[in-house]
Structures are given as structure tokens and as C-alpha cells.
């Protein structure tokens, strides 16, 4: 019987794990996923208590950050008052310019 060359016996289909991939691929994700988290955990910080209780960040996308408000009022005075002021202190605190833009709508902010 003939024995088989060595190639045959390596796997070079290696199972790999598909967090490991996606950090191989995506090397700068955790950043952003950092940023986000910390977006979100000085949210109240930067807008007050009282603006924090009427308003829910949703997500942030490209540089455009999307918050729910109670109501279409509070939507006018955050555009109108407070958006630029908002995103400076949140990229002041980021470090970069990460938050470029806020979109506001009226939603669920619980």
C-alpha cells in the first residue's frame, strides 16, 4: 500500500473562530463600539438631567447620531438650542471629531 503525501493530512480549511475573523477584518470596530459606549454613558452628563429623562439615543451611524424625544417641543428647543453645543462637548469628551450631526424625532424614550 502506498502512503499518502503529507498535504493530505493538513487541514488548510482551519476552523476559525468568527470573532477572530471579524477583528482581523474590521481592526478599528472595537473603537467605534467604544466611542458609542461612551457616548451613551455621558449622555446625561452632557445634556442634563432633564433633558436625559425626555430623550433616548438610538443609535449613532456615520457621524449622525439619531435621539428619540417626548415630544415635537422638546425637538424644537434641542435643534434650535442646543445641538451644536451638544455635539461639541460629546467630541470634546470623545477626544475626535466623532459626532458630526444629530437627528432628532419624536419617540419612545424610555
Request: include cysteine; charge should be positive; proline fraction near 2%.
Amino acid at each position: 500500500m502506498k502512503e499518502l503525501p503529507e498535504r493530505y493530512f493538513t487541514n488548510k480549511n482551519k476552523v476559525v473562530r468568527l470573532g477572530q475573523l471579524l477583528k482581523e477584518a474590521f481592526p478599528n470596530k472595537t473603537l467605534v463600539d467604544k466611542n458609542c459606549q461612551k457616548v451613551m454613558s455621558v449622555w446625561s452628563e452632557v445634556v442634563g438631567n432633564e433633558i436625559y429623562k425626555s430623550t433616548r439615543i438610538t443609535g449613532i451611524k456615520n457621524g449622525v447620531m439619531y435621539v428619540n424625544a417626548e415630544s415635537s417641543a422638546m425637538i424644537h428647543h434641542l435643534t434650535n438650542f442646543e445641538k451644536y453645543a451638544i455635539i461639541h462637548k460629546i467630541n470634546n469628551i470623545i477626544g475626535s471629531k466623532y459626532i458630526e450631526d444629530i437627528r432628532f424625532k419624536v419617540g419612545i424614550t424610555e
